[in-house]
T-cell receptor
């Protein structure tokens, strides 16, 4: 079965610094999703990537899906305290044939003012 | 446009009781998926409903069930509650089909004592 591995598990950065979170899959990724979660709350949709080599940006967050579609990265530029939270990557577990998502274990991000 | 709403937000039940959680998707969305999130297992897919039909199911016991109404609102029911059912239950809605952007609600925090 497909598994998603996220790294690092946790990250502490100074405000203004850039950072990258990675999501690696054992199988080809279809419909790779990035979400942000505040502890105990719902998931906030950030971006969805489908095509190999695809890159999307929203405000200071950029996500990429590699050409082989087995790894995705989330890059935050000039981090702010509002970026703090848990970042989760998710992917369709049936190769794009369903809405059944599996998720990585998450990356906890803290941003120090 | 209103987001995904879930009620109630918090719930405390006793072992052996049953519980019903409700999810109202974004207007126009026809797919509703349910997930369970626990510290130990992370986010796990429960089931998905599309046009009042269960389309996908995760690996949970039969005590977990759901349904979807003609207005796309969905409910999930857990019977004979166990302590291990304590979790954050999240629902997600998407427009239709697969590989669509999925938006999550704020979740229902269920505590079983």
């Amino acid at each position: 079965s497909q598994e998603l591995e996220q790294s690092p598990q946790s990250l502490i950065v100074q405000e203004g610094k850039n950072l990258t979170i990675n999501c690696t899959s054992s199988k080809t990724l279809y419909g790779l999703y990035w979400y942000k979660q505040k502890y105990g709350e719902g998931l906030i949709f950030l971006m969805m990537l489908q095509k190999g080599g695809e890159e999307k940006s929203h405000e200071k967050i950029t996500a990429k899906l590699d050409e082989k579609k087995q790894q995705s990265s989330l890059h935050i530029t000039a981090s702010q305290p509002s970026h703090a939270g848990i970042y989760l990557c998710g992917a369709d577990s049936y190769g794009g044939a369903t809405n059944k998502l599996i998720f990585g274990t998450g990356t906890l991000l803290a941003v120090q003012p | 446009k209103a987001g995904v709403t879930q009620t109630p937000r918090y719930l405390i039940k006793t072992r052996g009781q049953q519980v019903t959680l409700s999810c109202s998707p974004i207007s126009g969305h026809r797919s509703v998926s349910w997930y369970q999130q626990t510290p130990g297992q992370g986010l796990q897919f429960l089931f998905e409903y599309f046009s009042e039909t269960q389309r996908n199911k995760g690996n949970f016991p039969g005590r977990f069930s759901g349904r979807q109404f003609s207005n796309s609102r969905s409910e999930m029911n857990v019977s004979t509650l166990e302590l291990g059912d304590s979790a954050l239950y999240l629902c997600a809605s998407s427009y239709a089909g697969t590989l669509g952007e999925q938006y999550f609600g704020p979740g229902t925090r269920l505590t079983v004592t």
